[in-house]
Nanobody
Framework: VQLQAFGGGLVQPGGSLRLSCAAPGFAWDWYSIGWFRQAPGKEREGVSCINTGDDSAYYSDSVKGRFTISSDNAKNTVYLQMNSLKPEDTAIYYC???????????????????????WGQGTEVTVSS
């Protein structure tokens, strides 16, 4: 299973970027897919994930109100619209997925790194003036 992430880059504070991740055709229509990130010297953290069966979504507190996750099931693609970007959003962003749905241990949408089976290559996001 290969996840292909696109859309990273350099943006000024307050700007926007949209990440996308193409996933192969899974056997089930209901699966979880989303984004984690890791900044230099910091632990990997969940940013936003979505269950494609019911569009339930998880957002970390640090991105609520600024980031929006969505999925296009026909294209097996997930998007992360990132607005009002801050320097602290600078990180490598990783696309993650499970090929079938199972809830997380602390929430309906899995939000912990060990709850995802597949990881894509990272795409770098730098927020700087």
């Amino acid at each position: 299973v290969q996840l292909q992430a696109f859309g990273g880059g350099l943006v000024q504070p307050g700007g926007s970027l949209r990440l996308s991740c193409a996933a192969p055709g899974f056997a089930w229509d209901w699966y979880s897919i989303g984004w984690f990130r890791q900044a230099p010297g910091k632990e990997r953290e969940g940013v936003s994930c979505i269950n494609t069966g019911d569009d339930s979504a998880y957002y970390s507190d640090s991105v609520k109100g600024r980031f929006t996750i969505s999925s296009d099931n026909a294209k097996n693609t997930v998007y992360l619209q990132m607005n009002s970007l801050k320097p602290e959003d600078t990180a490598i962003y990783y696309c993650v997925a499970n090929d079938y749905f199972r809830p997380g241990r602390t929430g309906w949408v899995p939000e912990h790194p060990d709850e995802y089976d597949y990881w894509g290559q990272g795409t770098e996001v730098t927020v700087s003036s």
